[in-house]
């Protein structure tokens, strides 16, 4: 099993940028497809992206395509999530997930661990 602890939220200013960290624990962290996803007050839980395990592709969702990277370091058991040109929409608890599945990989329910989430407010 794998265990997920998130970190780097904070307050930052529109157009602003932040890195969330994923520090991730496990036998097999390589072999995990490791997703982003984030939930506003009321809201559901959106996907943000994923980083895959088979070949190390990432897929993001078109509300951030083009200002979120994701990507990996194996060595170090962490995920990142880099966050450029933040807008107040932006705003919401962000949470990574582990997952052993190799499809409906925007799908919550696919995702077997889940770390505690990491509050991003962007300000106007």
């Known amino acids: 099993q794998v265990q997920l602890v998130e970190s780097g939220g904070g307050l930052v200013q529109a157009g602003g940028s932040l890195r969330l960290s994923c520090a991730a624990s496990g036998r097999t962290f390589s072999t995990y497809t490791m997703g982003w996803f984030r939930q506003a007050p009321g809201k559901e839980r959106e996907f943000v992206g994923y980083?895959?395990?088979?070949?190390?592709?990432?897929y993001s969702a078109d509300s951030v395509k083009g200002r979120f990277t994701i990507y990996r370091d194996n060595a170090k058991n962490t995920v990142y999530l880099q966050m450029n040109s933040l807008k107040p929409e932006d705003t919401a608890v962000f949470y990574c997930a582990a997952t052993t599945k190799t499809y409906l990989l925007t799908r919550t329910y696919v995702y077997d661990y889940w770390g505690q989430g990491t509050q991003v407010t962007v300000s106007s």
């Open positions: 980083i895959s395990q088979s070949d190390g592709s990432t």
